[in-house]
């Protein structure tokens, strides 16, 4: 089955900077990389995503960048607020008829004001 | 309704006592996983249920932990014979058939005493 290691597991930079979160994953067949956002006490929700046909994709301070090659993908947040903190995981999706996803440990990810 | 619902939203219980968490999925998603999340830790996969296909269980941790899916939408994850260990939030997530955005329901924070 899928492995998905994720890198690091806390993060801490000061407003303004750039975070960048990274994972890898195992099966070269996987064709769908999710990122989840959970802040403190709340549910994970969706902030962005990208499939194995594009190699980044943008979404203001949001990024992600796709190695398929490499089977690697990460996550870059520009200009870091404080409402960034938060833990992020990353996932990645069976690419069989199985659809499952498999998540990362997480990020603990902490901006200072 | 809207989102995927949980219910207990809070249980508490003694050691030794059986618990059933339930979950309502989105209505049409085909997939529903349940995950278990203890506190400032990652997203622990339990259980995935895709369709009428045959339950991925590979992440239940003991066999005192079963859920089951009637008529392809509600869930219940039974717990028997609770542990202080089993203490944690319990995630209920779904997804429409393929690939896609899971959405997560609030969860079932569980404490045995």
């Known amino acids: 089955g899928e492995n998905v290691e994720q890198h690091p597991s806390t993060l801490s930079v000061q407003e303004g900077d750039s975070a960048v979160i990274k994972c890898t994953y195992s099966?070269?067949?996987?064709?769908?990389f999710p990122w989840y956002k959970q802040e403190l006490g709340k549910r994970p929700q969706l902030i962005i995503d990208i499939r194995s046909n594009v190699g980044e994709k943008k979404d203001q301070r949001i990024a992600v960048t796709l190695n398929k090659t490499a089977k690697h993908f990460s996550l870059h947040i520009t200009e870091t607020q404080p409402e960034d903190s938060a833990v992020y995981f990353c996932a990645a999706h069976d690419g069989g008829s199985n659809y499952k996803l498999t998540f990362g440990k997480g990020t603990l990810l902490t901006v200072n004001p | 309704g809207a989102g995927v619902s949980q219910s207990p939203s809070n249980k508490v219980t003694e050691k030794g006592k059986d618990v059933e968490l339930r979950c309502d999925p989105i209505s049409g998603h085909t997939a529903l996983y349940w995950y278990r999340q203890s506190l400032g830790q990652g997203l622990e996969f339990l259980i995935y249920f895709q369709g009428n296909s045959a339950p991925d269980k590979s992440g239940l941790p003991s066999d005192r932990f079963s859920a089951e899916r009637t008529g392809g939408s509600v869930s219940t994850l039974t717990i028997q014979r609770t542990q202080q260990e089993d203490s944690a939030v319990y995630l209920c997530a779904s997804s429409p058939q393929g690939v896609g955005e899971l959405f997560f329901g609030e969860g079932s924070r569980l404490t045995v005493l």
């Open positions: 099966d070269s067949a996987s064709n769908y």
